[in-house]
């Protein structure tokens, strides 16, 4: 069998890994994706490729004296007429107008198409059933208040699990009183005045409850969140520079206050996976959290982030 020469192997490798790259690449993002469009390679993606594939080859031919001759050897042999003056002065003719062609390519005005806007709040897959969802945690039932009355009462509130820990260390290291009293709040206070006086009005004790729902969330959303969207929601976590997209300013009025709780709880829950196709190319980076977070914990997180950016939800319409 006759050997194919390094010149060959240069040439279809360099084709090879281009195609691949170019239409390889987007080709099978489309069936990873099920998108109805390939996904493109950046083309600065496309030069680093290339670049480290002729590195490569350039490491290969120059390996040895004998490689580097037997890349040369066909070049030579065209220059000097070998495969015939035809052969010789098409390839001579091509290069130059390949060039000229590849710099025209680069440096032409083109007519561009105008860039999408994003779609902040993509929701042609949002349930309809969600719309008129409230958070259970923003206005508690007289039975959450009272089975809360009974427990501070009995200084046994059950707290979850992601706080209950840091709690009882407090507890034990401090000996308070009441068990509320690590929340050093005003409400809280006036809440265990009248505990302690056996005189509780229950908006008292649903305001001091309803501190405790917003220590949890904001301890969930330490938790979880924090890390992309930031101490104060405003979409600047120490992680956000690494997204090609960064997460949303929730303090600004164009975002949480512009929708329902409803939508803000399906987005949640859904992540970026649940996205429907308008919000290609961005997308979000936020996971489903439904596989990792209960619905009462992704609640309390959403009460936490609509208080931390000071904002309210829209109300849906007809609710008014």
Not at 244 to 272: M, Q
């Amino acid at each position: 069998m006759r050997k194919i020469g390094t010149f060959p192997i240069v040439v279809i490798v360099l084709v090879a890994v281009y195609s691949l790259t170019k239409w390889g690449i987007p080709a099978f993002s489309r069936e990873v994706t099920t998108l109805p469009f390939p996904l493109p390679v950046p083309g600065t993606l496309m030069l680093f490729y290339m670049t480290l594939t002729v590195i490569a080859l350039f490491l290969m031919v120059t390996f040895s004296e004998e490689g580097m001759q037997d890349f040369l050897r066909p070049i030579k042999k065209l220059l000097r007429g070998g495969y015939g003056q035809i052969a010789r002065g098409v390839v001579l003719l091509a290069i130059p107008l390949i060039g000229a062609w590849q710099m025209y390519d680069l440096t032409v005005p083109r007519a561009q198409v105008p860039a999408s806007l994003r779609i902040q709040h993509p929701s042609s897959n949002f349930p309809v059933s969600f719309e008129a969802l409230e958070n259970p945690f923003e206005h508690r039932s007289d039975a959450d208040v009272d089975a809360f009355i009974e427990q501070a009462k009995s200084g046994e509130i059950v707290f979850i699990e992601q706080v209950q820990e840091d709690i009882e260390y407090w507890v034990d290291e401090w000996d308070p009183d009441h068990v509320l009293e690590f929340f050093a709040n005003d409400k809280i206070d006036a809440f265990l005045a009248q505990l302690e006086a056996d005189e509780v009005d229950h908006e008292v004790a649903r305001a001091a409850l309803h501190q405790v729902d917003l220590f949890e969330g904001r301890a969930l959303y330490a938790m979880n969140c924090r890390a992309c969207h930031g101490d104060s929601v405003a979409g600047d976590g120490p992680m956000a520079d690494g997204f090609k997209l960064r997460p949303i300013d929730f303090t600004d009025n164009g975002t949480v206050e512009t929708i329902v709780v409803g939508y803000t709880f399906w987005r949640v829950t859904n992540g970026g996976p649940g996205l429907p196709t308008e919000a290609t190319p961005w997308d979000s980076a936020m996971p489903e959290w439904k596989l990792s977070l209960t619905e009462e914990q992704r609640w309390k997180i959403i009460l936490a982030e609509y208080n931390l950016a000071q904002k309210t939800p829209r109300i849906p319409e007809g609710h008014e």
